[in-house]
């Protein structure tokens, strides 16, 4: 087949009746073009409105088409001014309410009149009623039954339900009689062998089911004709990833032939053995990194598992190179942590090479002439480390020989983001080593992340306890004081988290503020220090040395602690209303505790009464501290787009595919896409333009 009969003719949306150039600017504005585009517009529920309903037999909470004759209508002035109106059949009467009408429509509503309305029963003054019905007068001629099960579409500005149908209709009419093609992207073997329709039949059973239709296998997306658009929107997301990945294979990348003597110092300065998942985990990068193109890798490692140690054992030979390291982090206080722990493992080094090098630390905060310094030794290649947040990606950062861009919970970030530091890179492109501590579930990883090799440090440190979780009533505030002064007085530290369901930032330290006043005047041996996000950098910094130093016994902190903070002596955490937060960030936060060798807990101090999903998430937080198996869990719970964050890309995109009820699919979409690449190349384009349309350049961050 040539590559010619893929490309559909586009047919405008102009061509419809009662569709000018005002409302097909409208439709374009939300993404509809042509015919093709408008077919692909699916609805995301139906109403079965094939058969009329008697009004004796309606029950209130379900939802009915009744026909009946008007007896009376009048508006009603109450606390708001309505429209009552009152059929009847041969069964019984019926209120009709409306709160919103003209005078055209009392008119509508003359005694006498037969009218067939749809909508929910509710129970009224004066017996059942429907509020604001769709209806439609029944003169000779329009007095036909619906004979399928009604779409419902997902609805736009200014174009109705009714509308969206009747285009839709025009342009299904036009499709059978031939006036414009839809081009079959799936080879016909395939269609054949998994019994799927035409995509001609399933587009046209789901803008029209017969009445027969299973309805439940239609709301669940089980049906054949769903199937069918769900593989192949799924096969788009596959393909574009896949050539995003040979895209990026196609530029050339630094290779190091050798690892250099750095790696080997920083081992040799831990107080412990990298543990054998680390050690594989480095070599897997080391591989990559001696490739003439960009390493594109997800290293997967639980709270504690040291993802950090494994960044700065593949940016050591870069360094030794010659070359410049970014490490960005989503938050200041993470950035700060691996600022600490890289300047500890390697200025010593730089010290003994006595080069000069510098360790560059760059964030929004950093102003004024400070900045214009900083930037200065970016981009002379004097400053080879570079630690910082977003801020690394801005115009005017200019690096000399950017090599290596670390990306730590990369999940956090915007696509449009990652691409801009990609483009640091002036005569090559940097290799990206991209770190998370929230696990991913390999169904979702297999969409999400599939243009990136993925490596799992699945070993926690040697000695490490598992760590006990108890879900704590506030009634019993008294006694989890009692017991930070036990702990802290017995020599070991804690930590006690306030949350706010306000985003203010703001009433959040006030929160922090005023809880450590109050633990402050009840725990009078103690030393309390205070943390959040409203500090200057150097203040927090300060501060974590001090809780480090074991000059705090009790640290009071919002969630900025909520990665990569590493304090083995401490061994209690209370997170207060825990049940404000998703699953991924408690146990975020847990995992700032359970770092020494001794037993640690971890209190989670919630607000009775409690909801049935915050019921949930406690629960699997008090039965387990496996953080691939909580990431399922979570996913069970709030859904894809919301633990990866809604702006990872190949998410928010999914028109007819939903990851967690269709991932049970992705292995067979990812042997279609292998299959299609080798056997039906000319393809891949068309499914790609289809269904992701511009958004493709996002997935290749």
């Known amino acids: 087949m040539s590559n010619k009969t893929l490309v559909e003719k586009q047919v405008a949306l102009t061509q419809l009746k009662g569709v000018g150039p005002k409302m097909a600017q409208q439709f374009a504005d939300w993404g509809i073009h042509d015919l093709v585009n408008l077919l692909f517009h699916l609805p995301f529920r139906y109403e079965d409105r094939t058969r009329i309903t008697p009004i004796a037999a309606m029950r209130p909470q379900q939802t009915y088409v009744v026909q009946g004759i008007v007896r009376s209508s009048q508006i009603l002035f109450g606390k708001r001014r309505s429209l009552s109106v009152r059929i009847q059949d041969n069964s019984g009467s019926l209120g009709l309410r409306f709160y919103h009408f003209t005078a055209a429509?009392?008119?509508?509503?003359?005694?006498?009149?037969?009218?067939?309305?749809?909508g929910e029963a509710r129970r009224g003054a004066s017996g059942l009623e429907i509020y604001h019905p769709e209806y439609q007068l029944i003169t000779e001629g329009n007095d036909a039954i619906e004979q399928t099960l009604t779409p419902v579409y997902p609805a736009t500005e200014g174009i109705s339900q009714s509308r969206l149908r009747t285009m839709i209709s025009q342009a299904l009419e036009m499709l059978a009689a031939d006036k414009f093609q839809l081009t079959e992207l799936l080879p016909q073997s395939w269609l054949n062998d998994w019994q799927l329709p035409s995509l001609a039949q399933a587009l046209q059973y789901l803008h029209q089911p017969p009445n027969e239709a299973n309805l439940e296998q239609l709301q669940t997306g089980q049906h054949p004709c769903q199937k069918r658009l769900i593989l192949e929107e799924l096969l788009a997301h596959q393909l574009s990833m896949h050539r995003a990945r040979l895209k990026v294979k196609q530029d050339k990348a630094v290779a190091i032939q050798f690892m250099g003597p750095s790696q080997q110092q920083v081992i040799d300065s831990l107080p412990f053995t990298p543990t054998a998942a680390q050690t594989r985990v480095v070599e897997e990068i080391q591989f990559d990194l001696n490739q003439p193109h960009p390493m594109l890798r997800l290293v997967q490692g639980d709270v504690g598992s040291g993802k950090t140690l494994v960044a700065a054992?593949?940016?050591?030979?870069?360094?030794?190179?010659?070359?410049?390291?970014?490490?960005?982090?989503?938050?200041?206080?993470?950035?700060?942590?691996?600022?600490?722990?890289?300047?500890?493992?390697?200025?010593?080094?730089?010290?003994?090479?006595?080069?000069g090098t510098k360790i560059a630390w760059l964030t929004g905060k950093v102003k004024g002439k400070a900045r214009e310094s900083v930037l200065a030794e970016i981009a002379s290649g004097e400053a080879k480390l570079v630690i910082g947040t977003h801020a690394l990606f801005q115009q005017g950062v200019e690096f000399a020989q950017l090599a290596l861009v670390v990306i730590d919970e990369q999940h956090r970030f915007g696509v449009h983001q990652r691409l801009s530091l990609r483009a640091k890179g002036r005569d090559f492109a940097p290799h990206q080593l991209i770190m998370t501590a929230t696990p991913i579930p390999r169904t979702l990883a297999m969409s999400a992340y599939a243009d990136l090799d993925v490596s799992i440090i699945d070993e926690l440190p040697k000695g490490r306890i598992p760590i006990n979780t108890l879900v704590v009533s506030n009634n019993r505030r008294q006694e989890v004081v009692q017991r930070i002064n036990e702990?802290?007085?017995?020599?070991?530290?804690?930590?006690?988290?306030?949350?706010?369901?306000?985003?203010?930032?703001?009433?959040?330290?006030?929160a922090a503020e005023v809880t450590a006043q109050q633990l402050t005047e009840a725990l009078p041996k103690l030393r309390i220090g205070l943390i959040h996000g409203r500090m200057k950098a150097a203040e927090k910094v300060e501060i974590m040395q001090r809780f480090k130093n074991h000059d705090i016994d009790l640290l009071v902190a919002t969630t900025v602690i909520e990665v990569g903070v590493d304090v083995p002596n401490s061994n209690l955490i209370i997170i207060e209303n825990p049940e404000r937060l998703g699953l991924a960030q408690l146990h975020q936060l847990r995992g700032r505790v359970g770092r020494g060798d001794q037993q640690s807990h971890c209190v989670l101090l919630y607000q009775a009464p409690l909801g049935e999903i915050s019921k949930q998430r406690l629960g699997v937080m008090r039965e387990s501290t496996d953080g691939f198996y909580i990431a399922e869990q979570d996913l069970l719970i709030r859904g894809p787009g919301e633990l990866l964050g809604t702006r990872q890309t190949g998410l928010q995109q999914l028109s007819v595919a939903d990851l967690e009820r269709d991932s049970y699919l992705l292995p067979q979409v990812k042997s279609m896409a292998e299959q299609l690449i080798n056997q039906h190349p000319q393809h891949v384009e068309a499914i790609i333009k289809r269904w992701m349309g511009n958004s493709e350049q996002f997935s290749q961050a």
């Open 105 to 118: 429509q009392k008119k509508q509503f003359a005694d006498g009149t037969e009218i067939r309305c749809y």
């Open 313 to 355: 054992l593949a940016a050591a030979p870069m360094l030794d190179a010659g070359y410049q390291v970014a490490v960005m982090a989503p938050t200041e206080i993470l950035a700060e942590q691996h600022l600490l722990n890289f300047s500890q493992w390697f200025e010593p080094i730089f010290a003994e090479q006595n080069e």
């Open 487 to 510: 702990v802290c007085q017995g020599g070991t530290q804690a930590y006690w988290v306030c949350t706010l369901i306000e985003e203010s930032e703001s009433l959040q330290c006030q």
